[in-house]
């Protein structure tokens, strides 16, 4: 299984930025897919988390300013990231709890996407 992420990059602050991350391979199915991100000095923390069936948790820090959705369809899951803030600027990494036919449950990490938030 591979986590494919993309649409990092740099913008100014107040800006929007959409990140997409999606999952290949042998998957039988997926339960929870999240978006983690890790700035400089600063450990790895999560973003937003989405379930399968759609229910969302997200960091107080970006509640009302960032949007988590699925596409089921699609094994892909998305960020909406706006009214973006220095503070925001990190490695965004996508994570998934994947279901196999021969392993079973496991957590997969996407490579990460940088992104940087200019003031």
């Known amino acids: 299984v591979q986590l494919q992420a993309s649409g990092g990059g740099l913008v100014q602050a107040g800006g929007s930025l959409r990140l997409s991350c999606a999952a290949s391979g042998s998957i039988f199915s997926i339960n929870r897919m999240g978006w983690y991100r890790q700035a400089p000095g600063k450990q790895r923390e999560l973003v937003a988390s989405?379930?399968?069936?759609?229910?969302?948790n997200y960091a107080d820090s970006v509640k009302g300013r960032f949007a988590i959705s699925r596409d089921n369809t699609k094994n892909t899951v998305y960020v909406q990231m706006n009214s973006l803030k220095p503070e925001d600027t990190a490695v965004y990494y996508c994570?998934?709890?994947?279901?196999?036919?021969?392993?079973?449950?496991?957590?997969?990490w996407g490579q990460g996407t940088q992104v940087t938030v200019s003031s």
């Open positions: 989405i379930t399968s069936g759609g229910s969302t």
């Open positions: 994570n998934a709890y994947v279901y196999t036919v021969n392993i079973g449950g496991v957590d997969y």
